[in-house]
Each structure stands twice: as structure tokens, then as C-alpha cells.
């Protein structure tokens, strides 16, 4: 039974894809999927040999053919982005795409373009299989190229028998996290101690509870606020989350990283190498993470 | 003048820069926290909202009695928020981008204004300092409509400073449009320099002077400033790892007030910007 385990955070940089590398450490058998496509940094931990690149095409962006416009002003009161300029340029990066005033310019001047968004890829690691991406600079779909590197790691996974994927998530709760958690086995959700941590915690909970998927959290440097920590604990039983551990503040994970490591590989005893295993057993144990692809409603977040 | 706070990796510590800064500066300086996901500003500057408001976003709804099931409204739709399913126009709301082509295009005026709900947008103050904050609704994928709308909440202040998402697509674009200047905060890491080569980038595309702040300036390698001296751009500040700072940070203290010689260190970052001096 496959099964997928996404990591996010809501707040960004609490140590997702620091965690996720180090989980390929465990895993025999798994794929990994870079899910964070805006500012993906898996791959450097990886190092991952490109063996197949596809251009992503997300979608179309208006263009004024200049010589066939009469200037009549009626895409410039169409247009709800205020994309298209006085002179009747249209600027790319406030373009929605959306092809109104293409489709109603009166004189057709204005063609619409399919635009290469960004490309995705199939690569070997040393940890094995993993799929990728990168969404170009200022570009939209973030969450269109999400979907696609998920359901390109689930294929993969069916072609070489592989039975778990590891994702690492974007943050936040917008387009690309709703398109990164949808069909997930179980989430796992990184925290850190700090106010900031506990109140972000709380909205991607919503939304894992909007979505119905199981959710986990662990607490990464929670020797930084342990009152803070205490705090998030309770709220994890509140709330119906599996808390599957603490990791400790350890300056180590920084230095398996300028090495381009993960932290289990560089220091397999560090005090982060350590706690981050036992998260990892806590994690497979977890009654959401069963091999038996059984739902277990009595794990879905409240 | 308007300064965004941005970077391309999160938990860099945007709103530790923002919030500080702001705070420093004394009055007549609004804090626009335009990281609608995850606002945190609000945790900080603990203000007291004196305004909320509910944002919705236009959507079609169809008046069936008007509708003939002519197609032209799906057809014209690139988001597939319409389709017709026999004689009956089927509208999903969360995929509609309130472009308007369908209602422009329909011949039977058959086609009302119904809304989605975004989110929230809220005013207040804390202390001297203005501030609003959006927030986004859980289950919205859409975050530049909201964006977009606090952004637009500058009400005359002689500084705006705006905490922007993560990132470097379509919000983090919507948070910076429009800034005279974009503070970018970064950590000395293999992560964050390269998600700051990609939010300079996106800085470029839009054609705004930038300057950084390296925050926790101790932690990692020297491989940041070497970047930032090759491509000739500002170090403004440089915070080191400090327990006391995090321990602030985790608590919810801007680390101004429980260590104000840093006070004097904003207002200087802000002087050097103002002066122009800091341009690329």
C-alpha cells in the first residue's frame, strides 16, 4: 500500500527539508518529492543526478501586436489586474492570464501565448529516487507544478514497487500547501517553540482539518522555549495530533548543511541525529502511517 | 517611502526586521503585514484593532431563469470555474480568478455578482505605529487578491513598511509591487543563499533597489557576503546569533525594547536607505 508523509510548517524555515533529507537516511525504500517549487532546497542536501527534465507550462499571458491595435481602450476596461499600460503594453507579471481581452478585442490584436512556467524533474540520489522542480522567478501556478511533481512521484513509486513517498512541503496554507497535502497519507508538521511557531501551527491545523488528513507534529529546538514547548504539546492533544517527539537546538544540522549533508549522514550521534530517529520510528509507528491503507478517522485533526 | 521586508527562504526573520524597524522609527510609520497565511506581526507589535473588515472577491452566479446553457461563459473562462452539464451552468467559485470575462461575455444577462469570502482585513495601532494585517481564510488558495488589498492601505505615512510572504512567486511579487526599496533578510546558509539569489531575482524583475540583513550572522559560512560583494549590493545590518534575541523572538518581544542600543542601529539602516545611497 503506497503511502505518502508530507512535511510542512506553516512558518517557514522551522526545519522541514532539513528533517525530510534526514528521514531519507531511514527510509530503505522510498521517494523523495521536493513539493516546495517556489524556493526548493532539497536538492542541495541530495545532490540529485538529473535524468529527466519537462518543461511546465502554466499557463498563457497576453501580448498587444502594436501595428494591428487601434488603441480603442476596450482590453485597457476589461482588465481587472490592471496589467495593460496607457501606451498598450501589457506587463507580464501583473497578467492574470485569464484571456478576456484577448478573446473581446475587437480588432484581435492581442495573442496569447502559452508560457513555460518552470520545469520539473526525475533524479537519482544517493538515498534514491527523487522528483523536483522549479518554478521560474515571479511566476504563478505554483500549485499547478505542486500537483504535477506529487502525481509524477506517485508514478514513480507504482513503476519501481516503491511504497513510500516523503514530501517536503511548501509553507503557509494558500495554493501550493492545499495542493500539497490533498490525498496525503498523514502530515508531519514542524514546529519551533516561538509564539510566531504556535499561532502558524494553529491555521495549517485548520487546514489539515479542512482537508480531513491525519496530522503529526514534531518540535524542532525545543530546548530554545520549553514553556513554549509545554504549550504546544497540550495543544497537539487538544487538537487530536500526534506528537511524535523533540528535537533539540543543535548547531550540528547547520554544519551537515554547508557540507551538503544531512544531519544523520554528517554526525549519525549528534543529539539532532538521534532525537530525529526517534521521531522517524514514532512517525512509521503512527496509526495514520498503517501499511494497510486503513483510514483512521479517530487520527483525523479537530 | 515604502520598504518591503522580503526573502526568498522563510523563518529568516522578516518580521523580527520588520517589527523592529518600524518600531524604531518612531511616528508617523504604518506596518503593512501583507504575509497573509502566516501573519505574525500582529504577535509582536501586540496592537489594538480598532477596525475589521470582511474581503470577499467577485464570482459569477448564474440566473437560471435568464440562462440558455449557450456555453460561451465556460468557454471563455481559462480557469474551468464554469461548465455546462446539459442545460445547466455549473459555477466552482474557489477556482474563479474575478477576471469578469463571463459576465462581459454572456448575451443573456444571465449572469449576478456573487462573492467568496478572502479573508479578513483589520486596522489598529500599537503605540505611535499604524498597522493592518490581512488575514487569509482557511481552504483560500488565492492569496494575492488579499495581498493586494492590505497593500493598498497607505493612508499618507511618511513610511510604510510592508512584511511581505516567502518566496519568490505570484504573493510575495503582490506584497513588493510598488516599493521604493526591499530589505532582504537572509541567514549565512546553503538554504538561504540559494533562495536569495532567486528572491534577488525577482526583486530585478520588478525593478527595485535592494539591500540585506544577514540575521543569525554567525551560524553558517562566509558564502552570502561573498555573494553580496559580487554582485555589489548592501550588507545594511548584520544581527548575530544571540540567545537573547531568540529568546525574545520566542516570546513575542521585539528585541528593540529588551535591547534598545539596537534601536539606534535601525534608525541607521533606515537612514542609509533614505539617503539613496544603498541603490544597486
Known amino acids: 500500500m503506497k503511502r505518502e508523509l508530507v512535511i510542512i510548517s506553516g512558518k517557514g524555515g522551522t526545519g522541514k527539508t532539513s528533517i525530510t533529507a534526514a528521514f531519507a537516511s531511514f527510509a530503505s525504500n522510498a521517494i523523495l518529492c521536493d513539493a516546495d517549487v517556489d524556493a526548493a532546497d532539497l536538492h542541495l542536501l541530495m545532490q540529485p543526478e538529473i535524468k529527466?527534465?519537462?518543461?511546465?507550462?502554466?499557463?498563457?499571458?497576453?501580448?498587444?501586436?502594436?501595428?494591428?491595435?487601434?488603441?480603442?481602450?476596450?482590453?485597457?476596461?476589461l482588465c481587472r489586474f490592471d496589467a495593460i499600460s496607457k501606451d498598450y503594453v501589457v506587463d507580464p507579471i501583473a497578467c492574470e492570464g485569464c484571456g478576456v481581452c484577448v478573446d473581446l478585442c475587437p480588432e484581435q490584436a492581442i495573442d496569447f501565448p502559452v508560457q513555460k512556467c518552470g520545469e520539473w524533474f526525475i533524479s537519482d540520489t544517493r538515498f534514491g529516487p527523487m522528483v523536483h522542480a522549479r518554478l521560474g522567478i515571479a511566476e504563478e501556478n505554483s500549485g499547478k507544478l505542486v500537483s504535477q511533481v506529487r502525481k509524477e512521484s506517485g508514478k514513480l513509486a507504482e513503476e519501481k514497487g516503491i511504497d513510500l513517498i516523503l514530501t517536503d512541503g511548501p509553507p503557509g496554507i494558500g495554493c501550493p500547501v492545499i495542493a500539497a497535502i490533498g490525498g496525503a497519507t498523514a502530515l508531519l508538521i514542524v514546529v519551533e517553540p516561538t509564539v510566531s511557531g504556535l499561532h502558524d501551527l494553529q491555521r495549517v491545523a485548520d487546514l489539515a482539518a479542512h482537508f480531513k488528513v491525519p496530522g503529526m507534529v514534531c518540535i524542532n529546538k525545543f530546548d530554545l522555549n520549553e514553556e513554549m514547548t509545554a504549550k504546544i504539546e497540550t495543544m497537539c492533544v487538544t487538537r487530536r495530533m500526534t506528537h511524535v517527539g523533540r528535537i533539540p537546538f543543535d548547531p550540528t544540522v547547520t554544519r551537515a548543511m554547508i557540507e551538503g549533508k544531512n544531519v544523520v549522514e554528517f554526525a549519525p550521534l549528534a543529539d539532532a541525529s538521534r532525537a530525529i530517529r526517534e521521531v522517524w520510528k514514532s512517525v512509521l509507528a503512527s496509526p495514520a502511517m498503517n501499511t494497510l491503507g486503513i483510514k483512521d478517522f479517530s487520527t483525523t485533526i479537530q | 517611502m515604502i520598504i518591503s521586508v522580503a526573502s526568498g527562504k522563510g523563518g529568516t526573520g522578516k518580521t523580527t526586521v520588520a517589527t523592529n524597524l518600524a518600531l524604531s522609527l518612531g511616528s508617523d510609520v504604518r506596518l503593512l503585514d501583507c504575509d497573509v497565511e502566516e501573519p505574525n506581526a500582529h504577535l509582536f507589535l501586540d496592537p489594538e484593532i480598532r477596525h475589521k473588515d470582511e474581503v470577499s472577491t467577485w464570482v459569477p452566479v448564474i440566473r437560471e431563469e435568464a440562462c440558455t446553457a449557450c456555453r460561451k461563459c465556460a468557454e471563455i473562462c481559462r480557469f474551468r470555474a464554469l461548465t455546462v452539464v446539459g442545460k445547466k451552468v455549473l459555477v466552482f467559485p474557489e477556482l474563479c480568478h474575478s477576471c469578469g470575462?463571463?459576465?462581459?461575455?454572456?448575451?443573456?444577462?444571465?449572469?449576478?455578482?456573487?462573492?467568496?469570502?478572502?479573508?479578513?482585513?483589520?486596522?489598529?495601532?500599537?503605540?505611535?505605529?499604524?498597522?493592518?494585517?490581512?488575514?487569509?481564510?482557511?481552504?483560500?488558495?488565492?492569496?494575492?487578491?488579499?495581498i493586494r488589498r492590505v497593500r493598498a492601505e497607505v493612508n499618507g505615512?511618511?513610511?510604510?513598511?510592508?512584511?511581505?510572504?516567502?518566496?519568490?512567486?505570484?504573493?510575495?511579487?503582490?506584497?513588493?509591487?510598488?516599493?521604493?526599496?526591499?530589505?532582504?533578510?537572509?541567514?549565512?546558509?546553503?538554504?538561504?543563499?540559494?533562495?536569495?539569489?532567486?528572491?534577488?531575482?525577482?526583486?530585478?524583475t520588478l525593478n527595485i533597489p535592494c539591500g540585506l540583513v544577514i540575521n543569525r550572522a554567525d551560524i553558517g559560512d562566509d558564502r552570502v557576503k561573498e555573494y553580496a560583494e559580487r554582485e555589489g549590493m548592501p550588507i545594511l545590518m548584520e544581527i548575530p546569533f544571540d540567545r537573547k534575541i531568540a529568546e525574545a523572538y520566542s516570546s513575542g518581544n521585539p528585541f528593540v525594547e529588551v535591547m534598545p542600543e539596537w534601536g539606534e542601529r535601525f534608525r541607521e539602516l533606515y537612514r542609509r536607505i533614505e539617503a539613496g545611497k544603498e541603490t544597486q
Open chain 1, 52 to 77: 529527466k527534465t519537462t518543461d511546465f507550462i502554466g499557463g498563457s499571458k497576453a501580448i498587444i501586436r502594436n501595428q494591428d491595435c487601434s488603441e480603442c481602450g476596450r482590453c485597457r476596461d
Open chain 2, 101 to 146: 470575462g463571463c459576465l462581459e461575455i454572456c448575451p443573456e444577462d444571465a449572469i449576478a455578482g456573487g462573492e467568496r469570502p478572502l479573508g479578513t482585513v483589520e486596522w489598529g495601532r500599537s503605540g505611535k505605529l499604524g498597522f493592518v494585517h490581512g488575514r487569509l481564510r482557511i481552504g483560500e488558495a488565492m492569496a494575492p487578491p488579499l
Open chain 2, 157 to 204: 505615512e511618511n513610511t510604510i513598511i510592508i512584511d511581505a510572504p516567502p518566496g519568490t512567486s505570484c504573493p510575495v511579487i503582490a506584497a513588493m509591487r510598488g516599493s521604493d526599496y526591499v530589505i532582504l533578510v537572509t541567514e549565512p546558509t546553503p538554504f538561504g543563499l540559494h533562495d536569495l539569489v532567486l528572491a534577488v531575482e525577482a526583486v530585478r
